[in-house]
């Protein structure tokens, strides 16, 4: 079996940070087009963003489930990030193009790339993103033939103010959901930082409210760590090896 499925953690709150918010990513993916999804079909907007929005929620699961199965799943952050953008530029010509809405859920996306991806990695995503929103301007100024209008003024105005309102709500979301994620990592490693009161004999620890617990209880109950027991070489040979 592949050790990166062995050594996968058992449930979301195990992960380290990046990998956290990459899940928290495939979420708000999954969401937003849900969201467009209904906004497209309210609006009567043409078959082909219907089958977008559906497909943006279909990838989301797919990179969901895929990182459920790999030790890292923030290694898929910048493929998931290339994907959205890329799918956003694919919707650019039949949504009005500048004059649409398709600008507002790039937003989020750089957003997330700014703060996920790390090193080399960021700086290459969002210069591959800034390329690809320059690229959708210029075709757009030397082939406006290829831009799809909207039926009417009253589609144009729901599709536009829907989508705002959307990512108004996502990027304050995503904001909200990133920050806590850090401070939640930040309590974790505060937490072995601190002086921990600890039974010289059972080690069992005491917490805040004077209630001893088992070292591996109070470990997993403040930082998500879950514990596998085994047995060191030097504790088989005195325990086993001797009877």
């Not at 996306?109 to 290459?124: D, H, K, N, S, W």
């Not at 301007?137 to 082939?143: H, Q, T």
């Not at 909207?150 to 909200?176: G, K, T």
Request: charge should be negative; proline fraction near 4%; include cysteine.
């Amino acid at each position: 079996m592949n050790s990166s499925v062995e050594n996968r953690p058992d449930s979301l709150e195990s992960y380290p940070l990046e990998s956290r918010l990459f899940f928290v990513c495939c979420g708000f993916t999954g969401l937003g087009g849900c969201a467009a999804f209904l906004i497209n079909l309210l609006a009567g907007n043409p078959v082909l963003e219907l089958f977008f929005s559906g497909f943006a929620v279909a990838a989301a699961l797919g990179f969901y489930f895929v990182g459920r199965r790999l030790a890292d799943p923030s290694r898929l952050s910048g493929p998931l990030v290339i994907f959205i953008a890329l799918l956003l530029a694919a919707t650019w010509f039949s949504n009005q193009g500048s004059y649409g809405s398709v600008a507002f859920w790039y937003c989020p996306v750089f957003m997330f790339t700014a703060v996920i991806l790390q090193g080399l990695e960021r700086i290459l995503v969002l210069g591959l993103l800034f390329l690809i929103v320059l690229g959708l301007a210029v075709a757009e100024w030397y082939f406006p033939e290829t831009i799809k209008a909207f039926a009417s003024p009253e589609q144009r105005y729901f599709d536009f103010f829907a989508v705002l309102l959307v990512n108004l709500l996502i990027c304050c979301s995503l904001a909200a959901m990133i920050t806590r994620t850090y401070r939640q990592e930040r309590q974790r490693s505060q937490l072995f930082r601190q002086l921990l009161p600890i039974c010289a004999e059972c080690h069992k620890i005491r917490d805040d409210d004077g209630e001893w617990q088992q070292m591996e209880v109070y470990i997993s109950e403040n930082t998500g760590t879950d514990f596998s027991h085994g047995i060191c070489p030097e504790c088989a040979k005195q325990y086993y090896e001797a009877s």
